[in-house]
């Protein structure tokens, strides 16, 4: 029994139930079998267990249902059903025969079901296709009727065509008859109108006539269809033009007796007529024919014609002046009638219609008027004596002159008007202030007298007295140009009015102090010419006195007066400033103004150069931004890197005197020098000596004219050595001395034709002291080794390299073997003068010059 159980257990039914879950077609036969198989194992077996929990009868397909996403395992089901059955084990069998009953009854009841189904859809399908064939048939009906329809529609669509294109004909045709009836009724009374606006156009009526006229230009469409379209428009061409000839003699007339009505009426035909921009310039053309023909006739009255001197000159530009400020004080009312009316019109129209005041506009023309006539004359007359008397009479009387127009209302009250009236532009022809005496004035009334007093300070410097008389002679003159004079020059200009001109005025002192420290060149040739003087007659002995005088000259140079010429150019730039800054004259706004147009009058005014002129304008308009709001013109000091850019010619023409200078000192203190090494490199019997040479790199004593230059140097440090106060920054002699003693000694050592070893080891000798020499006084400041010690080291470094080799070649001769130079190492200053100083030792001491 047991072994029967167990294989109906685990064999048979699990079996059983894998047919079910896999395939639904498994024949039922073998569920027979197994029912029939459970029935006797359940006969052959008893059981004492208690009853099963009581289930359902038949099964649904509900049992079978698992959760989604997972596979149906029988086993699972098997076990989870007999958990929830609680079924003894002693009716294990028993219970398993009624569930494989139940599993069977369910498949057949699923496989009745589906038969039931199989039919009925087999039954409704032919009754389905019948339907189908029943729409088809309908849809092709559907579509027949659709394009009848649509066929319909476009023989309904082309009918209106043709009659839309009827009906546009007709338009056309009653357009025409209307057209035709507007000319047969124009045609009566087209000579009426023409002779009315004729007659209101004789009668002065313009207004009136330009709505006349406006009325036939409308009438004349109605002749474009009629033979007489082209006579009409000619005859309305006519009286148009007929209307502008009497509009603009009318605002003649206006001007002429000054009636502001007559003139605004003619200024509303312009604009209606030509427009806003065409309009503005026929009605300021009015105004400007106007103030320009008073100012030819004043200049004419007055016409000085060849004649270019001043009284001549200055008598037309007064008489022309007065009378444009004359016929501007009469006319202002007018001008300003017109100016509002010519506002209206153009007020939001485009960019390109002139907006400027017809007030501005008429005096412009007329100022320009006035400067071509003037410039005329000041250029044919260039050649005659007196600029300087006629440049001072044209600017008095242009001072007056603007003074007196500008004061004039409206342009009292309104300031701008001055700028307009003063304003010059690239694009636009005229100048209001001709550049020709522009240039006159900044020539000879602010150039001229800078080049009067630096002329009388040059004659100082220029006398041939001692060098010493000299020096004291130009330390007087320097401390008049650097701090007399800037104030002088300053004042004149203000006292004529025209410290507008600040950046000529300020450059034209940077090039006069630049022609004054050129001539100090003359100075520094003077003691040249004493100390050549001196060393022909003392043949090359140390002059003490000489050299204290050439000290005290570059002290003069670089203390008082570097320290008098950096508080003259903070002197110069607070003066510009202040000039810059004053009350602007009328005539000073004028001149503003033709400096603001870009960099052309730079080369337009062109003196005393446009580089200075340049420089001058850009330190003016850096410090005028840099200035804070709350200081004055007058209260303010430029800070040392401002005034530092102040007067920059004259800065380096000092800044090369001052070199010179210091070149005589070191020429004064090198002339014993010289003297003493004349001899040092020619064929000395030292440098041929035949011996023993010493074991060491340098043996015996230096030469004499070598310790020489060393008592000379100590000797000379005394004098060089002087109190400094501080002040400015101290000069360094001994180093720049001892350098030029090292470049003398090595310019004489190339001079050398031949160097057995012994005169190798003498020169590595005097190297060597004058090394000491220089390390002993270049570095008794504690700083770090001088440029004349590493010249030395990289002179005897060669010398060195090439002592050793000369020894070898030597020894190697002494063997008969072949000489092999040794690698040098890393050169310290591979330099030109490094390469030539060896490869002329290598040809003196025999050496080979491949590896030089």
């Known amino acids: 029994r047991l072994v029967l159980w167990t294989v109906c257990t685990f064999l048979v039914f699990p079996t059983t139930l894998c047919f079910l879950s896999e395939s639904r077609k498994r024949p039922f036969h073998l569920y027979i079998l197994y029912n029939h198989l459970f029935h006797l194992i359940s006969m052959a077996t008893s059981s004492s267990s208690p009853p099963a929990t009581k289930e359902r009868e038949r099964l649904e397909l509900e049992d079978f249902e698992t959760a989604a996403g997972t596979d149906f395992d029988p086993v699972d089901w098997l076990n989870a059903r007999l958990a929830r059955s609680n079924v003894a084990f002693a009716n294990l069998d028993q219970h398993f025969s009624s569930l494989a009953m139940r599993c069977q009854l369910l498949s057949q009841d699923a496989s009745e079901g589906i038969e039931a189904a199989s039919s009925q859809l087999v039954v409704q399908l032919s009754s389905t296709a019948l339907e189908l064939d029943r729409m088809r048939e309908q849809a092709l009906s559907g579509r027949r009727r659709l394009g009848s329809v649509l066929d319909d529609l476009r023989d309904a669509d082309n009918k209106k065509q043709s009659g839309l294109s009827a009906l546009t004909d007709m338009e056309a045709v009653k357009n025409k008859v209307e057209t035709a009836r507007n000319a047969l009724r124009e045609v009566g009374s087209w000579e009426r109108k023409v002779r009315e606006c004729e007659q209101l156009v004789h009668g002065g009526r313009l207004v009136q006539a330009l709505e006349q006229l406006v009325s036939l230009r409308g009438a004349v469409n109605a002749f474009k269809m009629l033979p007489e379209y082209s006579k009409k428009e000619a005859q309305l061409q006519q009286l148009e033009e007929h209307l502008m000839s009497t509009t603009r003699r009318k605002a003649k007339q206006a001007m002429d007796r000054n009636i502001p009505a007559d003139l605004v009426a003619c200024t509303e035909v312009f604009y209606e007529v030509f427009g806003p921009s065409k309009g503005s310039e026929e009605s300021e053309g009015v105004a400007k024919a106007f103030m320009v023909d008073g100012a030819r006739k004043a200049w004419e009255a007055q016409d000085p014609g060849s004649d270019g001197s001043a009284v001549a000159l200055a008598g037309a530009l007064s008489s022309s002046l007065q009378a444009i400020a004359q016929t501007f004080r009469e006319r202002w009312t007018i001008l300003q009638a017109l100016d509002e009316a010519c506002s209206k019109h153009t007020k939001g129209t485009a960019a390109g219609v002139n907006n400027e005041s017809v007030v501005a506009t008429s005096v412009r023309a007329a100022l320009i008027l006035v400067a071509s006539k003037l410039d005329e004359v000041l250029v044919r ?373 031949r160097l057995t070893a012994l005169g190798t080891q003498q020169l590595v000798t005097d190297l060597e002291y004058l090394h000491k020499i220089c390390t002993a006084l270049g570095s008794s400041d504690g700083a770090e080794q001088s440029a004349a010690s590493k010249r030395l080291s990289e002179a005897l470094e060669v010398v060195r390299f090439l002592f050793q080799q000369q020894q070898r070649q030597a020894e190697a001769a002494a063997k008969g073997e072949a000489f092999a130079e040794e690698p040098r190492g890393q050169p310290t200053n591979n330099n030109a003068s490094e390469k030539r100083l060896e490869k002329t030792l290598r040809i003196a001491m025999g050496l080979p010059l491949a590896s030089a």
Request: glycine share 6%; proline share 5%; hydrophobic share 40%.
């Open 381 to 753: 007359t260039t050649g005659i004596e007196g600029h300087s008397e006629r440049a001072g009479a044209l600017l008095e009387e242009y001072l007056e002159g603007f003074a007196a127009l500008a004061s004039c209302p409206p342009m009292g009250e309104k300031e701008e008007l001055w700028h307009q009236c003063c304003k010059e532009c690239l694009d636009k022809p005229g100048e209001v202030l001709p550049w020709s005496l522009v240039r006159d004035v900044v020539k000879y009334m602010v150039l001229q007298p800078m080049e009067a007093d630096v002329s009388s300070l040059l004659a100082n410097v220029r006398a041939p007295n001692k060098a010493s008389e000299a020096v004291l002679a130009a330390e007087s003159s320097a401390k008049k140009l650097t701090q007399t004079y800037p104030a002088i020059w300053a004042r004149h200009v203000e006292e004529r009015n025209i410290a507008v001109l600040a950046p000529a005025w300020l450059a034209g002192i940077d090039a006069a102090s630049a022609t004054y420290w050129k001539e100090w060149t003359r100075l520094v040739s003077t003691f040249e010419n004493t100390l050549n003087a001196r060393a022909d007659s003392q043949q090359g002995a140390f002059d003490g006195g000489l050299l204290s005088e050439c000290i005290q000259l570059h002290s003069l140079l670089h203390d008082t007066i570097s320290k008098q010429f950096s508080a003259s150019q903070v002197q110069a730039l607070q003066l510009a400033m202040k000039m810059n800054g004053a009350t602007k004259t009328p005539l000073g706004l004028a001149i503003r103004q033709k400096m603001q147009v870009g960099e052309q009058w730079y080369q337009r005014l062109g003196a005393p150069s446009e580089e200075g002129l340049k420089a001058a304008s850009a330190l003016l308009s850096a410090t005028l931004s840099t200035q804070s709001a709350t200081t004055s013109s007058s209260s303010f000091v430029p800070g040392p890197k401002q005034a530092a850019r102040a007067l920059p010619s004259s800065a380096s023409v000092l800044h090369k005197v001052e070199a010179q200078a210091k070149e005589l000192v070191i020429a004064c203190c090198l002339r014993p020098v010289s003297a003493t090494l004349q001899d040092y490199g020619a064929e000395r019997r030292e440098w041929v000596a035949e011996g023993i040479v010493s074991p060491f790199m340098s043996g015996g004593n230096p030469m004499s004219c070598i310790t020489s230059i060393g008592e000379h140097l100590f000797a000379v440090m005394p004098q060089l050595e002087r109190p400094h106060d501080g002040s400015s920054e101290e000069v360094q002699w001994l180093p720049a001395i001892l350098e030029a003693v090292v470049e003398q000694v090595l310019d004489h050592v190339l001079k050398i034709r």
